[in-house]
C-alpha cells in the first residue's frame, strides 16, 4: 500500500474533489503527489472510508442501525395474550411482560414434548432476554409473570413446613419430601445440575441481572450450558470434589429441560457471547422501546393465573404433541423463509440465530399450545397425542420473526482492534453509543425533515465523562472513534450567527424504518 499523503497533499486533494482547487479538476492530481490508500482498488469500502479525506463512498455514507422491531402483541393467543394485554393496561411495555410471560410458561411446561418427526422431538427450552434500559419494566415484568410460580410453590413449602413441624411434635403424619423450586437464581453450573437431578430434570433459572450469570458464574461452562440448551441429551456433571481415587460429584440429569430468563441493559448483550458463538444465537432477545408507566391494570386475567396452576399442578406428567395440518404448512413456508434469508449479508449473529430459528419456533409453538390447551390437561395420558393449534403456530412464527428482528437491531458484539488500544479505545466508544441512546432528542444542525434523535454536545459528553474521557485529547480521540465507526452522525452549527463558533453535535445512529429491507425502502430521518 502506497504511503498516505501529506497534510497539504490532502487538503489539495479535498479541494480538487470540491470543484474549488486551482488546478482543472479533470486532469486529477499533480504528477508528484503519492497514490492515496483510499484509490486502492484492493480496498473495501469500510477501509476506503477510513482513509479518505473527501466524502466517503456512497455504500458507507449512512451505516444505520436496523428498526427495534413492534412486539407482535396482537398476533399472540391465549393466557399469553391475556397477560400481556393485561401488562399494558398495567404500564408495562408488551415486549418486557411478554419476554416475561413467554419465560413463565416454559417454566411450567418442562415435561411436554413435540414430535417434528418419527425421530425428532423438541422440548420446551427457552433462554430469553429482555433488553432494554434503567426503568423500562424488566423486573416488574419478571415478578408479574413468575408471582402465579412463587405463590404455588410457597402454599407448597409452607404445607410441608407445617406437616414437618408435626411430625417433630410427635403426630402420626406421613411427611412428603422437600417440594422443590422450579425457578432458581444465583448459583453455579454443578449445584444447577444438583436443583434440576431433584426436580424431575426440568426448571428455569431466573435472574434479574443476567450479566451476572454470564459473567462469573458459567464462564467457564458455557459448552455444557450449550449441551443442556439442545434438551436432547443427558446432562452429566463431573467434578473431582474433595479428591480421592474417583469424582466426588457426579450428577446425572437424563431429561433436561432448563430455561434461562433474564433481563440485560443495551451495552451487556455483549456478554451473550462473540460474533458467530453458537452460545450467543441460542438466546431470545426481546428490545424493550419505552419507558414504563405507574398504572393499575387490575388484578392479573383469570385465564392466566389458571394456565399457570394447571401446568404447575401437572408438571411431572409427560404430554406429546405432534404437528400437522395448517400448522404444520405453516410452519414448513416459515422454515423456508429462515432459510432463504441465510443468503442476505447479515451480521454472524444474526445468521446463527436464523439457523436455529426452525428450532426456536417449534418450542414456543408447544408452550403456547400447552397453555391454551391447559382446561384440559387432566385428560391426557403418557401415550396421548394432541395437534399444535394453527393459531398458536401462527403467533409463535410472529414471536420468531419478532426474535430474529430484535437481532438485526442488535448492534452486534465485535469489533475489529489491532492493539490494546484500539480494544481500549473501542470500549469508550460502545460506552459512548449507550449513553447518547438515553439522551434527550433534537434536529440541531440535521436537514430540513429529519426526525429528532438522541444528541448531545461535546461539552455535554465531556461534563459526563463518558467513557473516561478525562482530558480533551482524550475526549477527541474517543469522539473522533465514534465518527468512524458510526459516520453521518456528527452535525454543527454556527453561534452567534454566520460565522460564528462552530457547536458539534453528537447523534446517536438513526436507525431503519420498520419493515424497510436492507439497502432499500424508507428510512427514518
Known amino acids: 500500500m502506497s504511503k498516505p499523503p501529506t497534510p497539504d497533499q490532502a487538503r489539495q486533494r479535498a479541494e480538487q474533489a470540491a470543484g474549488r482547487g486551482g488546478q482543472d479538476h479533470a486532469a486529477g492530481p499533480p504528477d508528484d503527489m503519492p497514490p492515496h490508500p483510499a484509490d486502492d482498488p484492493g480496498m473495501n469500502g469500510r477501509a476506503r472510508r477510513l482513509f479518505a479525506v473527501g466524502p466517503a463512498d456512497d455504500d458507507d455514507a449512512d451505516v444505520m442501525l436496523e428498526a427495534i422491531p413492534p412486539y407482535p402483541a396482537g398476533q399472540l393467543v391465549g393466557p399469553l395474550r391475556d397477560l400481556v394485554e393485561w401488562g399494558i393496561r398495567d404500564g408495562l411495555p408488551a415486549a418486557a411482560i411478554g419476554a416475561a410471560g413467554l419465560a413463565a410458561l416454559a417454566t411450567v411446561t418442562g415435561y411436554a414434548e413435540l414430535a417434528l418427526s418419527s425421530t425428532y422431538t423438541v422440548r420446551p427450552a427457552l433462554w430469553i432476554t429482555p433488553v432494554g434500559n434503567t426503568g423500562c419494566g424488566k423486573s416488574p415484568a419478571l415478578a408479574q409473570a413468575f408471582a402465579g410460580i412463587s405463590a404455588l410453590y410457597d402454599g407448597e413449602r409452607a404445607a410441608w413446613a407445617e406437616q414437618a413441624k408435626m411430625a417433630a411434635e410427635g403426630a402420626k403424619v406421613d411427611v412428603p419430601p422437600k417440594p422443590k423450586a422450579l425457578t432458581l437464581g444465583d448459583v453455579t453450573l454443578p449445584s444447577a445440575a444438583r436443583w434440576l437431578e431433584g426436580n424431575g430434570g426440568a426448571g428455569c433459572l431466573v435472574y434479574d441481572e443476567l450479566a451476572s450469570m454470564l459473567g462469573a458464574m458459567f464462564a467457564g461452562d458455557r459448552a455444557k450450558l450449550c449441551e443442556a440448551w439442545t434438551a436432547r441429551r443427558a446432562l452429566h456433571i463431573q467434578r473431582v470434589g474433595d479428591g480421592g481415587a474417583s469424582n466426588a460429584v457426579d450428577i446425572y440429569v437424563s431429561r433436561p429441560v432448563l430455561s434461562i430468563f433474564g433481563p440485560l441493559t443495551p451495552d451487556n448483550t455483549k456478554e451473550l457471547g462473540k460474533e458467530g458463538d453458537g452460545f450467543r444465537a441460542r438466546w431470545l432477545p426481546h428490545i424493550i422501546d419505552g419507558q414504563a408507566q405507574m398504572l393499575d391494570g387490575g388484578k392479573q386475567p383469570e385465564t392466566w393465573t389458571k394456565a399457570v396452576s394447571a401446568l404447575y399442578g401437572h408438571r411431572d406428567q409427560l404430554r406429546r404433541w405432534h404437528l400437522t395440518g395448517s400448522a404444520r404448512t405453516a410452519y414448513s413456508l416459515a422454515c423456508e423463509?429462515?432459510?432463504?434469508?441465510?443468503?442476505?449479508?447479515?451480521?454472524?449473529?444474526?445468521?446463527?440465530?436464523?439457523?436455529?430459528?426452525?428450532?426456536?419456533?417449534?418450542?414456543?409453538?408447544?408452550?403456547?399450545?400447552?397453555?391454551?390447551?391447559?382446561?384440559?390437561?387432566?385428560?391426557?395420558?403418557?401415550?396421548?397425542?394432541?395437534?399444535?393449534?394453527?393459531?398458536?403456530?401462527?403467533?409463535?412464527?410472529?414471536?420468531?420473526?419478532?426474535?430474529?428482528?430484535?437481532?438485526?437491531?442488535?448492534?452486534?458484539?465485535?469489533?475489529?482492534?489491532?492493539?490494546?488500544?484500539?480494544?481500549?479505545?473501542?470500549?469508550?466508544?460502545?460506552?459512548?453509543?449507550?449513553?447518547?441512546?438515553?439522551?434527550?432528542?433534537?434536529?440541531?444542525?440535521?436537514?430540513?425533515?429529519?426526525?429528532?434523535?438522541?444528541?448531545?454536545?461535546?461539552?455535554?459528553?465531556?461534563?459526563?465523562?463518558?467513557?473516561?474521557?478525562?482530558?480533551?485529547?482524550?475526549?477527541?480521540?474517543?469522539?473522533?472513534?465514534?465518527?468512524?465507526?458510526?459516520?453521518?452522525?456528527?452535525?454543527?452549527?454556527?453561534?452567534?450567527?454566520?460565522?460564528?463558533?462552530?457547536?458539534?453535535f453528537y447523534y446517536f445512529p438513526k436507525r431503519r424504518s420498520h419493515g424497510a429491507e436492507t439497502g432499500s425502502g424508507s428510512l427514518s430521518q
Open 337 to 504: 423463509r429462515w432459510k432463504a434469508e441465510l443468503g442476505q449479508p447479515y451480521p454472524q449473529s444474526v445468521v446463527e440465530a436464523l439457523r436455529k430459528a426452525e428450532v426456536q419456533c417449534a418450542r414456543i409453538a408447544l408452550v403456547l399450545a400447552e397453555s391454551c390447551e391447559s382446561e384440559d390437561i387432566r385428560e391426557y395420558a403418557t401415550d396421548d397425542r394432541g395437534s399444535i393449534p394453527a393459531d398458536a403456530m401462527t403467533a409463535a412464527i410472529a414471536l420468531t420473526d419478532y426474535v430474529m428482528d430484535c437481532w438485526k437491531a442488535l448492534p452486534g458484539s465485535s469489533v475489529l482492534t489491532l492493539s490494546m488500544a484500539e480494544e481500549k479505545m473501542s470500549g469508550a466508544v460502545d460506552e459512548l453509543f449507550t449513553w447518547l441512546e438515553n439522551r434527550p432528542k433534537g434536529t440541531e444542525g440535521l436537514p430540513e425533515g429529519n426526525a429528532p434523535r438522541q444528541r448531545a454536545t461535546r461539552r455535554e459528553i465531556q461534563r459526563a465523562r463518558v467513557g473516561g474521557a478525562s482530558t480533551a485529547a482524550m475526549l477527541s480521540a474517543m469522539l473522533d472513534a465514534y465518527d468512524r465507526r458510526w459516520p453521518g452522525n456528527v452535525a454543527t452549527i454556527e453561534q452567534g450567527g454566520k460565522g460564528g463558533r462552530m457547536r458539534a
